[in-house]
């Protein structure tokens, strides 16, 4: 099996590792269902940030709101999107976070 590696999130740009909750919409690719719909909510939208809805969960690495809680990870306090969101926040070389 080939897997083309290298294929990133269209809307938050996270490596899509995954490919169980991957959405390929013609020649986009989303790491997962939230991503676009997030996308194409901004897409048609004049003012994304109508977006801000309080009481819905918000992937802690892209911002997307997590309308498809199948795909959902949550990692302590912390809940992504998807597995690739959570994936890319793992502390990898160069990466700093500061407290
Ligand atoms: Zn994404
Ligand atoms: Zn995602
Ligand atoms: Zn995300």
Redesign the pocket.
């Known amino acids: 099996m080939t897997y083309n590696t290298g294929t990133s ?6 490596s899509i590792v995954d490919v169980r909750t991957r959405v390929i919409h013609s020649d986009l690719v ?3 269902a ?2 676009a719909a997030a996308m194409e909510q901004q897409g048609s939208g004049s003012d994304p940030h109508t977006l801000s809805t309080a009481g819905e969960a918000r992937c802690s690495h ?1 911002g ?1 709101v997590i309308r498809d809680d199948t795909s959902m990870v949550m990692e302590g306090d912390q809940v992504f ?2 597995t ?2 959570a994936r890319a926040t793992e502390p990898a070389s160069g990466a700093t976070r500061a407290p």
């Open positions: 999130c269209a809307n938050c740009d996270c989303y790491c997962c939230n991503c892209c997307s999107c998807c690739n969101c």
